[in-house]
């Protein structure tokens, strides 16, 4: 298993919620980093080039007035196999399928409003962190 970086977002019903504390340490509990965060309002331009691997679908418009309808915390999490294991956290995308214990069967109301984003391979990982963040004054170590 190798270190890596994954991209997490706490989605708008996260924040509204209050949820944001309890995701942290959910991903603390489990050995990731918080490496780098901020809370921020996305554009829809922005929200827009994010999923652009979904532009298109049905739920996209959706997804993206969802997306910019509150703040939402963006974070770069890093550890053995963060990639993997964030998504494990997370649980799947539809809350009804989403396994005990994890963060979208706690918290998610929808497959839509479902609470949290993770990078879902190392090319999304990297493409996503840059997306955000930027290396040099964003990404601590
Ligand atoms: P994931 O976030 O688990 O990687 P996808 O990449 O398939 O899931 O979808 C991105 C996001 O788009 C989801 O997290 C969810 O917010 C939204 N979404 C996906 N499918 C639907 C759907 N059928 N209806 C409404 N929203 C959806
Ligand atoms: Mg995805």
Do not use: W
Not at 110 to 122: I, L, V
């Amino acid at each position: 298993m190798a270190t890596e970086r994954t991209l997490s977002i706490v989605k708008p019903d996260g924040v509204a919620n209050g949820h944001i504390g309890h995701m942290i340490s959910i991903f603390e509990a489990a050995g990731l980093t918080i490496k780098a965060a901020k809370l921020v309002r996305l554009t829809k331009a922005q929200a827009e080039g994010f999923y652009a691997e979904h532009a298109g679908r049905g739920f996209f418009g959706e997804l993206v007035e969802f997306m910019t309808s509150g703040p939402v915390v963006l974070m770069c999490l890093e550890g053995e196999n963060a990639i993997a294991k964030n998504r494990e956290l997370m649980g799947a995308t539809d809350p009804a399928q989403a396994a005990e214990g994890t963060i979208r069967k706690l918290y998610a109301e929808s497959k839509g409003r479902n609470t949290a984003h993770g990078s879902d391979s190392p090319a999304s990982a990297e493409r996503e962190l840059k997306y955000f963040f930027s290396e040099a004054f964003e990404l601590v170590g």
